[in-house]
């Protein structure tokens, strides 16, 4: 059962609470307008805020982004809606669309609760972890992770027993199971598309043993180690908890592949990959790190540099096409790496006892789905159609409505936070002039 709420107007729609989405909401509202930011996940802060480092200065991400989620947060010109999705928009006139948001019941009053983690500590049920990306587990009552904003418990009511220890325990009362879906009809007079991407699936390529090999692991469940808001002390390989001696990147897995529907370049891989690998190196001394590899593209300003700097650390780089790995006949959990030495015309085989696959990039096509009376173009690659890349990268097909960030295609950080700029920019413009 659903609650209907209407009559709800904004001067800007903002879907995607990532990066671009909160830069884009963030610069609107500082310019006066009224914006809601829908977000389909607990927190705002959207991938960014789960990393360790960033490209090639080695900032710290999550000192770069939660200063940045807390000023989103706290600014009287944005409403929030997390646990929300966009089921519908329909553009009625210029300047007047219409949007039907579906808000999902966090089944905590996010006003009362104190973060305190007294639900967690009493809940008897324990599920993987989607935000240290299935690493290590959490109970049904939970706070996403330590930086999140909002920072209020929530109940995987998938995974709930309704046992009722978190009420028994709830200082607040803040636990309420009343709560419903709400479906809310709103009006808005321009709307930007900040739904970010996805990431490649390695379960479609079984030949890299991902989820049948417990030591391979993809490049985002190695972010989660190297992060602050870490789940273990220290750099651990899934299987049996030991720490890794020598190390292996997988390159272009899920991109430049057209066999798995994806034959673009993901331009992040290389070098995440890359600061990884330097971050390894200053967390485990005595580690080898290899990067097998096509091409590196160190395309951005400093990563030539970076790359080089790399190098000098004593990363190996190997210029090999991997066609296999499998596991050791030995039972220690090391795997055997078959590739192609591209330098030497050769096929090879190499040891390692951690992997990490550095999946690519996918289109999120959410956002075609948002609109029924009028097509939301994408191009070629299943990415949002920029109408004018060159001049106005931020216009779609429809007008009012614009893309920011990864929504559009591949992009690095600094990337995605201009292109939020462009975006805003042009929303700020179509509301004046219209």
């Given at each position: 059962m659903s609650i209907l709420q209407k009559n709800i107007s904004f001067d800007a729609l903002v879907v995607g609470g990532g990066i671009a989405g909160g830069e884009a909401a963030l610069n609107l509202a500082t310019t006066g307008f009224k914006v809601l930011l829908v977000e389909k996940e607990l927190s705002i802060g959207g991938k960014m805020i789960m990393l360790s480092k960033v490209f090639p200065t080695l900032d710290c991400a999550a000192c770069i982004t939660t200063p940045k989620v807390s000023e989103i947060s706290r600014h009287p010109n944005i409403t929030i809606y997390t646990s929300s999705e966009v089921s519908n928009i329909d553009k009625i006139a210029e300047n007047n669309f219409e949007a039907t948001i579906i808000r999902k019941p966090r089944y905590v009053v996010i006003e009362d609760c104190t973060a305190c983690q007294l639900c967690e500590q009493a809940c008897p049920v324990s599920v993987p972890d989607q935000y240290q990306y299935n690493l290590v587990g959490r109970k049904a009552a939970f706070i996403p992770f330590s930086?999140?904003?909002?920072?209020?418990?929530?109940?995987?009511?998938?995974?709930?027993?309704?046992?009722?220890?978190?009420?028994?325990?709830?200082?607040?009362?803040?636990?309420?199971?009343?709560?419903?879906?709400?479906?809310?009809?709103?009006?808005?007079k321009t709307v930007i598309l900040a739904t970010g991407f996805k990431l490649f699936d390695p379960l479609l390529m079984p030949r890299y043993g991902y989820g049948l090999?417990?030591?391979?692991?993809?490049?985002?469940?190695?972010?989660?180690?190297?992060?602050?808001t870490?789940?273990?002390?220290?750099?651990?390989?899934?299987?049996?908890?030991?720490?890794?001696?020598?190390?292996?990147?997988?390159?272009?897995?899920?991109?430049?592949?057209?066999?798995?529907g994806n034959p673009i370049c993901s331009q992040i891989c290389c070098m995440y990959s890359i600061k990884q690998s330097q971050l390894l190196m200053g967390a485990l001394p005595m580690a080898d790190v290899t990067i097998y590899y096509l091409n590196i593209r160190s395309f951005g300003k400093g990563f030539e540099e970076f790359y080089q700097q790399a190098k000098g650390m004593g990363v190996n780089f190997v210029k090999g096409k991997i066609g296999k790995i499998r596991e050791t006949e030995n039972g220690n959990?090391?795997?055997?790496?078959?590739?192609?030495?591209?330098?030497e015309g050769i096929v090879k085989e190499a040891e390692h006892d951690m992997v990490i696959l550095s999946v690519g990039v996918l289109p999120n096509q959410d956002a075609s789905n948002f609109f029924k009376k009028e097509e939301l173009k994408l191009d070629s690659y299943k990415f949002i159609y920029q109408a004018d890349s060159l001049i106005s990268p931020a216009r779609t097909s429809i007008d009012g409505v614009f893309v920011a960030g990864t929504a559009s295609g591949p992009m690095d950080i600094p990337d995605s936070i201009l292109s939020a700029g462009s975006a805003s920019s042009e929303a700020i413009s179509y509301l004046i002039q219209k």
């Open positions: 930086i999140a904003s909002p920072k209020a418990a929530a109940i995987d009511i998938d995974n709930c027993i309704l046992c009722g220890a978190c009420e028994k325990v709830c200082p607040t009362n803040c636990i309420d199971f009343t709560q419903e879906t709400e479906e809310i009809q709103i009006s808005v090999f417990k030591n391979v692991i993809t490049s985002m469940q190695m972010e989660r180690e190297l992060a602050p870490r789940p273990f002390n220290t750099v651990l390989r899934p299987g049996d908890g030991k720490v890794p001696d020598k190390i292996a990147y997988v390159l272009c897995t899920g991109s430049r592949d057209a066999s798995i959990g090391n795997l055997i790496l078959r590739y192609e030495n591209i330098n």
